[in-house]
């Protein structure tokens, strides 16, 4: 894992939130590469579907907005996607959840996290047809 995500995930993990520049486009409108992103600790059990978590994947962490919430058994399973990305995730495990992102900044002003997906007013019929593709491929 790289230092950054080890940084990360070390931070979250005592109990602290903590606050980056975000990198990449996956997450565009919400979050453009460059703003401030607050993550903070969340439990596997109060994530709801539209939270974006922040995630360990391999040597790096994500952060993608909850598509799909599923229970097999004892374990929870968490489907992501970047808001402008084509496909969905791969199922996530509750162990690879860091935290949860709280708030984001751009240019000093606050920007609103909880847009439904089809309700983003730039991209949503686009939007629309990549949750369906998610859903068909989910099903």
Known sequence: MTQFA???????GTGLSIR??????????T???????????????????????L??????VLAHRVIRIAARGHEIRFQLR???????DG?????????RVEAVER??????????????QRTSATIRRYWMLCRRLLA
């Open 31 to 53: 979050i453009l590469n460059g703003d401030l992103i607050t993550v903070a600790p969340v439990a596997p059990d109060d994530v709801v579907r539209g939270d974006i978590l």
């Open 6 to 12: 080890e940084l990360v995930e070390h931070v979250v």
């Open 107 to 120: 240019d000093g002003r606050a920007v609103a996290l909880h847009a439904t997906l089809a309700g983003t």
């Open 20 to 29: 980056f520049r975000a990198c990449g486009d996956s997450m565009y409108p």
């Open 91 to 99: 199922p996530i495990a509750a162990a690879q959840i860091v935290g």
């Open 55 to 60: 995630y360990r994947d391999r040597d790096r």
């Open 82 to 88: 970047g808001d402008s990305n084509v496909r969905c």
